[in-house]
């Protein structure tokens, strides 16, 4: 059973936007923080940014001021809004959620920044 699904990547030229949506079960956004995370070609995957369920956020130092993460518990979305795409930005995305017993991803959407 899929419990996050991502949507939203594809190519963009550098200085571009995407948003990227996580769907997931209502479960999940009652009470688990949340995440993007990302990894490129030949790198470990690496935390992008994070939300908890009441709303407070984080971010990597390299998406700070770009990267808005939001989400929607009624809806059961979470949300990554990119700004200001740069090449170095290229990587799969996967979604997050951390529970007390249990961690959850998505399969991942694909973003590509170039020219």
């Known amino acids: 059973q899929v419990e996050l699904e991502e949507s939203g990547g594809g190519l963009v030229q550098p200085g571009g936007s995407l948003r990227l949506s996580c769907a997931g079960s209502?479960?999940?956004?009652?009470?688990?923080?949340m995440h993007w995370y990302r990894q490129a070609p030949g790198e470990q995957r690496k935390l992008v940014a994070g939300?908890?369920?009441?709303?407070?956020?984080e971010y990597a130092d390299s998406v700070k001021g770009r990267f808005t993460i939001e989400r929607d518990n009624p809806r059961t979305v979470m949300y990554l809004q990119m700004n200001n795409l740069e090449s170095e930005d290229t990587a799969i995305y996967y979604c997050?959620?951390?529970?007390?017993?249990?961690?959850?991803w998505g399969q991942g959407t694909q973003v590509t920044v170039s020219s």
């Open positions: 997050h959620a951390e529970g007390d017993t249990e961690e959850l």
């Open positions: 209502p479960r999940i956004f009652r009470t688990y923080p």
């Open positions: 939300i908890t369920s009441g709303g407070v956020t």
